[in-house]
């Protein structure tokens, strides 16, 4: 083991590793649709993939705990086999992580988020925790981070959901999610969602259903292994600098 | 009266009113210090103002609430008069308020917003409380929307707290927030915050007294009418357009 | 400025006031019917001014905080633009502002109330508070120990909302929330309620529909300037006198 | 049996008695301090005593309930054996007491309650079932009513605890509840809750140690079986007269 | 008295016993129906009774504190009568004991529970308790430890409910619960409950009704003084016994 | 894939089951100290591993939810590396579970929890979301029904974790778990648990700690593939049968 992955280690394990161990990551993913070509644990597993790579970098100064592998998704409710937490569960079940850590002596914690639709909740998370329990919680969007691999690698406008990032991001990671035979763009509907897209004056909730009738946007067609490794090496670069200058300078 | 203003009327103008109304525009400020030159109450008085002009262009299809004077202010706390409700107070007043003005018929609810801290918590809201009361909850920072004008007239890399920005919205809206004799620039100290900002890999809480030392940060001392004037009007004229599509067409 | 009005002052000014301050004045309105000849936000802005008022016969030992503008007005609930907190809303924000306040080095708080449908919460809130929070938590009714001035002026057996006693106020206080060409004696309807007043064997909660189909009680008709200054400076003596003894001595 | 009492009755009985039954009378009362001549649970007690005789004049109309043994006592917990709810407990139980009778076809409830402290929260608790649950919840302090016999009787200017008034009612109800031998005014301590008993401009939480050295006010030795017989029977006859007018008319 | 009874004592007794007291007993039991021949207060009754013999037996050790004297009854609610209290609502009235009882130099509680659907939710109780306030929180089914005298005396495969073994425990503790004129077996309905009971694969929630018809299960006829008085006082024995372990040795 | 595995399915995947699925399985498991032998998410993943295997058995009629992959474990908070939800918590995740299934068309669901220390908690979400959602929620611990193999193949008196039971599930379901060269008999402390073992009078909580010090009971040594083989089967077969039973019959 290459990292400290806490949900295969045994408790004598534990104990060495804390001698070392700065960061806890929690991976905080979800459970929803992702259109006809990607599984309904997408979210969940690239968060636990990134995580691990991430404590990789950061070893011995990081651990992983278990995933947090359902998460705010009331906007996917209509497809089926979506699961939502509500945000106030989400940030229980963030604290009680949080407190149980703490007990074991950890003061520093990353919730590497792969699912858009937490970030809010994660944001208060970040505020209510910290102060409460009186430790550092910080928390990433998993590949928002690669801005230039992005920039270079998704050509559609609308994107950022089983799109042609997403895919990519998958085909590198956890390949299992995909269905190859099934890839398709987004099937967009008009609507007033265009109103509420990040950077218009008015946001607010919207189901996806409402957007794209086979639950994707972008284009996952335009997916490649290539964009994925960029996307996630320059993320994981981003990321582990930016925690070895807060952690260990 | 060019607008509705519920404060100021009663009941049986109320009960005219919502033959033509459509939306409920609830201001949502904050109580915190805003360095050496200007009133704590400037994000709760700027978001007032922002609502009464905007029910003004939407007239005689909005009315404007009573203001969520205090909103989530824990990162100024260590500033005297600073004074914070915990995320899941606002919603809970988010949440009543919107519950009482559905028994008057209405279902749709803009949350204009002054402060940068509540928008986690607002994006919450918006999504559990449309889902909960089966109503429309949109939100928006008062003068986001005002690109070009902003572009054209805030020239610090950094800002939004009691900077040129803010200030000169107060001078075109509520100059009485202002201590013309006091108007400082943000005396910035360094720290970890710098690795925390927008548009950072990572995010996450930090006070603000670990940024600046006299709460601001900006410039203050480049403020100006015309430059309040601007953002404001852009600002309006952006979220009227958006308003009006989404309720009128 | 004759007192220390926390939504005006700066974080520097704060800092000068608290060397003297040994109280915050909290303003607790509500936002809620009043008939045709007053305006909805009637109780919150006679709390606001009755707490400014207060506050310059203190100086300089008391502050006011933001005014708490909505109460529990669930009896209102069936007239037009009538907004109500659940009583346990409303105690979750008074305890995070005296949370906040408490930070700042405050220790004794006034909730200086003007809606008698508050009083039950405001009581229940001054148990829990003082006790958790290990403060002093006190609460007033405006203008309810004004009792010789109410005795002479009041003569409606059944008064308390909109009536002679509060359009008085109202004359004196803040006159702008009066239609003075509207004014009405309530419109009283028979009902289960009066079995149910203050007084009565029975007390529990009905709507204020089922007794008055104006949404007044009493006589507004009768109000008067001079019952107004009467009425409030007289309450003003009393609750200043308590304060000092309880305060300052 | 000649009243109702639900916890001696099984289903069956129930179910013949809800064919007349048009209220359920909830006892609640307190487990707390009354001095060195009263038994801690004199308030569950003489709740309890009471509703059975109120049950009795409103035979078959009416049914007791459990009684509510613990209240709202944090103003004695520094006395030995006082318990206290919080007042959100106090609701709750409430709530769920309500929410059953509900199911068995019951849409009428007085709380019947013997303890002072406890008066807001029921208020609140009225207020917040009747409109969540969609039934009529009244409330009553128990002898509140028998303002002739009070007056007539009663004559220490501090009273209400351990006192003649509450002395004599237990002698006429529950006689075991006192310790004869032991019978003592209140022994009063001089503090700030002179400025916060009723009738003054303020009030506020305190301890009941700040008042009384031995837990009482008032003058339990000028107690007498007389006066607790006519105490009570003229608050029976004044609840019931209202209760048939209200349930029955 | 020959045991503390909280309930009967004056602040200055429960004072004194303090001195020697080192395990607060309270009693927990349910309101709900027992079938044509038991009343409903059957569960409380019985908690009450078993816990006055366990302090007898620790006496000067132990004190008995109210009862709560309703409990987790949702499986009962088809029968008429029976009030039920949300587990959360029992959890939140044990804290409040066990906290008031704290302040009062008490660390040693247990549960003395007369009624089986309690028992999870105060193993929850046990354990969120025992660590939020830093004290010992046991629990015990009444008579559960009299495994010799059940095996001997009860004879219906599925019993618990009113049955032999329950009316043979009132007969000894509490005849008048009993309607001895009423007794009957068990009307057993099919359903799924077979395959829910303990002891099965699966467990599960379902409603008494589904399983008998008359409320009760078990053969009533067959209760006996002498059956209920060796339950009770082998049981009793087994409770003293191990409290005498952990408390005193 | 010969079972319904939501976690590896896309939307339309999950439409297409969903016309023969009538049983959702939450695998409930836990991250706590599993001995020295033995991974910290050992409950999780036989949790996991179970509800396939059950799945595969019950298939066209079943799905497998994702993991609740952590439990209440406060009991084993101070080994290194253990995570505990409040109860509280673990009840709002699977409310918020079962709340989404149902909008998908789900009504039955089985909790298949691998963690002892869960069972109360998972007793009173049973009773509580069965009735607030109006669905059937079943309960079971993975492989309490496998009663004859357990009772051949365990001889431990004192065993149910981390001991030759679940090491030789393990065995058979995940030896990745298992720290083959580790293996250990547990190494018990004498204290009061001995008191509050299940069979004894008294329940109550104690930590793990003051019962072994290397975090197992029972004989790791003595487990093995075969016995964890006939626990399993035994036990699945028991499950299927039950839930064939309750669902297609």
């Given at each position: 083991m290459d990292f400290y992955d806490l949900t295969k280690m045994t408790w004598p394990e534990v104990a060495e590793a804390l001698k070392t161990v700065k960061l806890a990551i929690i991976p905080v993913g979800a459970h929803e649709q992702h259109g006809p070509h990607m599984a309904e644990s997408c979210d969940a597993v690239l968060a636990e993939s990134m995580s691990h790579r991430l404590a990789q970098k950061l070893h011995p100064y990081a651990l992983v705990t278990p995933t947090v592998n359902m998460g705010v998704s009331i906007h996917h409710i209509h497809f089926p086999g979506t699961i939502t937490?509500?945000?106030?569960?989400?940030?229980?079940?963030?604290?009680?992580?949080?407190?149980?850590?703490?007990?074991?002596?950890?003061?520093?914690?990353?919730?590497?988020?792969?699912h858009g639709g937490n970030q809010s909740t994660l944001s208060v998370a970040s505020a209510e925790i910290s102060q409460e329990l009186d430790v550092k919680v910080y928390y990433a969007k998993t590949t928002a981070s690669a801005k230039a691999a992005i920039k270079q690698h998704v050509h559609s406008t609308l994107f950022g959901h089983s799109c042609e990032r997403e895919v990519s991001e998958a085909m590198y990671l956890a390949p299992q999610l995909i269905r190859q035979d099934k890839l398709e763009k987004g099937v967009i509907v008009e609507g007033d969602w265009r109103l509420l897209r990040p950077g218009?004056?008015?946001?607010?909730?919207?189901?996806?259903?409402?957007?794209?009738?086979?639950?994707?946007?972008?284009?996952?067609?335009?997916?490649?292994?290539?964009?994925?490794?960029?996307?996630?090496?320059?993320?994981?670069?981003?990321?582990?600098?930016?925690?070895?200058?807060l952690l260990l300078s």
């Open positions: 937490l509500k945000p106030s569960t989400l940030i229980s079940v963030l604290r009680d992580m949080i407190w149980s850590l703490k007990q074991h002596g950890l003061r520093n914690f990353l919730l590497l988020n792969a218009q004056p008015l946001q607010g909730h919207y189901y996806y259903d409402e957007m794209t009738s086979n639950g994707c946007i972008g284009d996952a067609t335009a997916a490649s292994l290539e964009a994925g490794r960029e996307i996630v090496e320059e993320a994981l670069e981003q990321l582990s600098l930016a925690l070895r200058k």
